[in-house]
């Protein structure tokens, strides 16, 4: 069974841009979680869906958001892109809100 | 909302020594992971364990609900065993399946 997939892997961007993340959950998995890590403010949640819906957003500026559609498939979105977005974005998969979330390899976003 | 507490920040072993791992939260949680963090930036699960006592290998956890602490223990360390280990809880029935995590103890184990 494939594990939870994000791309792209590595990312540089310019300040003031925007960036698009994906993330593909575990087959039959339906709930897709979102984290930021900084090395100054850890580990730090961004939103979660179930069933294309948000169901909780984490303390970050409207710039940051996302979606997920019918298949589980998820993206989020950052606009205008600062030096302080620059983390690694991990994605979290689960079967239902309340089971065991398991982790993809993350999207490792500069920005410049 | 919950915070999360992990001890030690750092740990230096040798090879084959045994160690624990203790997360403490500022409130109950029923929503409870252990993960082991990989050089390339991955989150490896270890247990899912909201609550009593799991085992896989070398490694085994306990959870106090009522107390709200976990604890992580790594027996006969190997080096492949360094790292940063993170446990992570939540709340579902207010927060969904939300982790707060905890700043991570960075483990190095010497040949």
């Known amino acids: 069974k494939a594990g939870v997939t994000q791309t792209p892997r590595y990312l540089i961007k310019t300040r003031g841009q925007q960036v698009t993340l994906s993330c593909s959950p575990i087959?039959?998995?339906?709930?897709v979680s979102w984290y930021q890590q900084t090395p100054g403010q850890g580990l730090q949640f961004l939103f979660e869906y179930f069933s294309e819906t948000q169901r909780n957003k984490g303390n970050f500026p409207g710039r940051f958001s996302g979606r997920q559609f019918s298949n589980s498939r998820s993206e989020m979105n950052v606009s205008t892109l600062e030096l302080g977005d620059s983390a690694l974005y991990l994605c979290a998969s689960s079967q239902e809100i309340h089971t065991e979330a398991f982790f993809g390899q993350g999207t490792r976003l500069t920005v410049v | 909302g919950i915070q999360v507490e992990q001890s030690p920040p750092d740990l230096i072993l040798q090879e084959g020594a045994n160690s624990t791992l203790r997360c403490n939260f500022s409130?109950?949680?029923?929503?409870l992971q252990w993960f082991h963090q990989n050089p390339w930036g991955q989150l490896i699960n270890l247990f899912y364990?909201?609550?009593g006592t799991k085992q896989n290998g070398r490694l085994s956890a306990t959870t106090v609900a009522t107390e709200r602490y976990s604890l992580l223990y790594i027996s006969s360390s190997q080096t492949t065993d360094s790292g940063v280990y993170f446990c992570a809880g939540g709340n579902l029935y207010n927060q969904g399946g939300k982790l707060i995590f905890g700043q991570g103890t960075e483990l190095s184990v010497k040949p």
């Open positions: 364990i909201p609550s």
């Open positions: 087959s039959g998995h339906r709930s």
């Open positions: 409130d109950s949680v029923n929503n």
